[in-house]
């Protein structure tokens, strides 16, 4: 007993020398007491952390002062973040600037929650969003491959020019639920891999004259030419009415596809199926003709307005391979596609100007709302027509 009381004396007393000392004498320090009780050196460092945290632990609550009070910015940050289709804490921070103004103005935001909202950084929005978010399923692919044309069209070997619009990637997304049986929708997914630019149409089955048409009414709703598509090994785009399309004018855009099962050729195009098409429709079977329309009129107005102008995207500016390893390196403040085009030198003051008289006309929660009540509409009209089956059955 008498030993454990001098024992717990000695700690103590050479504790105080230990936390007074320089790196040098705690060496010393460590050494001799070492020495002395045949301890391990490990052992006797956290013997003295031990011992300091038990005799000087300090009153109250420890750590540095909160910054931003969850009470306060939760409330607007969560409702601009399903506004936002749940984006990540990276791209939302980029989009606060630009849906806050329209948050303000529908009232109940006071000048300190702006502020804190504006200047709060993407790991706290990520950190105090982490009991909100929540899971999706995987996808499907129905990509049948066509072998027609895979002769006169090129595998893309050299890299688009990224820095200069209209270098477009295309890819299909089957509305099939669980079969690929029978006839069904199909969304189109056209994205410009400078921008980011994107837009996406809905047709009916597959077949190649259907998606011709949807291209063409794509171009004409562009600010800016087509230079170069690329495509997958598809044959809704091998065919010979895609090439005669983008090979007979003046100025012939460049066709090219991508390797067969190598999806990552196409990446900036396949990312978008999901934020663009998935989490608008989801993975239900879409075999009723009558909400083709709707679907399209979806696709024109809501979703390309409100991912072109207020939804930022964030962008590989490039990657190394270190050994084994390859390092990214990704811009550092994420855009919106239409930031992107008023920032190219490529583009002409005219569609500029056209793009950002639209721009000043658009509430992006008003496009939110308008969103969710046709969808309601389609998916009304999707219900019926399986209730009516199941009745006939």
Known sequence: MVRQINMELYVGHLKIRYIQSTRKEKKLILDEFCETSGYDRKYVIKLFKKHKKHKQ???????????????????????????????????????????????????????????????????????????????????????????????????????WNESRPGFFEADTVAHCGTTLMGDFVWSLTFTDICTGWTENRAVWGKGSLGVLEAIKDIEQRLAFPILGFDSDNGDEFLNWHMVRYFQNREAPVQFTRSRPYHSDDNAHVEQKNWTHVRQIFGYSRIENRAVLELMNDVYRNECALLHNYFYPTIKLQDKERVNAKIIKRFEKTPKTPYQRVMESEHIDQEAKDKLTSIFKTLNPFELKKSLELKLKNIFAQLDLQLRGRNVAI
């Open 57 to 159: 632990a300090p009153k109250g609550k420890q750590g540095r002062k909160k910054t931003y009070d969850p009470a306060l910015i939760l409330a607007p940050l969560k409702e601009i973040w399903f506004a936002t289709d749940q984006m990540c804490g990276r791209r939302l921070k980029s989009a606060l600037p630009l849906w806050l103004p329209f948050y303000e103005s529908s009232g109940g935001l006071n000048e300190l929650v702006k502020q804190q909202l504006l200047t709060i950084s993407s790991a706290t929005i990520d950190r105090l969003l982490i009991p909100s978010r929540i899971k999706f399923p995987k996808r499907m692919c129905g990509t049948k491959p066509g072998s027609l044309l895979k002769k006169h069209i090129p595998i893309k070997t050299d890299q």
